[in-house]
């Protein structure tokens, strides 16, 4: 069982910038692939960015593609999204997800196991 603890949301002007983390409790975190979605009022979970356990092997949607940034410190059980010129299409409930598929990085949230709790990150003037 893996519990994930999202922090870091908050309100930010357009073009601002904000470090999402979610700590991981576990022994085997470094073998879990490592997720973040999104979810704003009215529409579906959607992917934004996800690494793998084993090398950091890293994929992006889209339309965050160059401007955020995931990571992970297997040390510290911890993985974080540096969001970096942020639009107000940006505001969502933002999602921690792990896979215990851990031998690629996926976008489909039907592939992730364990989900937090979600921090909201609100981008407006």
């Known amino acids: 069982q893996v519990q994930l603890v999202e922090s870091g949301g908050g309100l930010v002007e357009p073009g601002g910038s904000l470090r999402l983390s979610c700590a991981a409790s576990?022994?085997?975190?470094?073998?879990?692939?490592m997720g973040w979605f999104r979810q704003a009022p009215g529409k579906e979970r959607e992917f934004v960015a996800a690494?793998?356990?084993?090398?950091?092997?890293?994929v992006y949607a889209d339309s965050v593609k160059d401007r955020f940034i995931i990571s992970r410190d297997n040390a510290k059980n911890t993985v974080h999204l540096q969001m970096n010129s942020l639009k107000p299409e940006d505001t969502a409930v933002y999602y921690c997800?792990?896979?215990?598929?851990?031998?690629?990085?996926?976008?489909?949230?039907?592939?992730?196991?364990?989900w937090g709790q979600g921090t909201q990150v609100t981008v407006s003037s």
């Open positions: 997800a792990a896979s215990a598929i851990g031998y690629s990085v996926y976008a489909s949230p039907t592939q992730y196991h364990y």
């Open positions: 576990g022994r085997t975190f470094s073998s879990y692939t």
């Open positions: 690494i793998r356990g084993s090398d950091g092997v890293t």
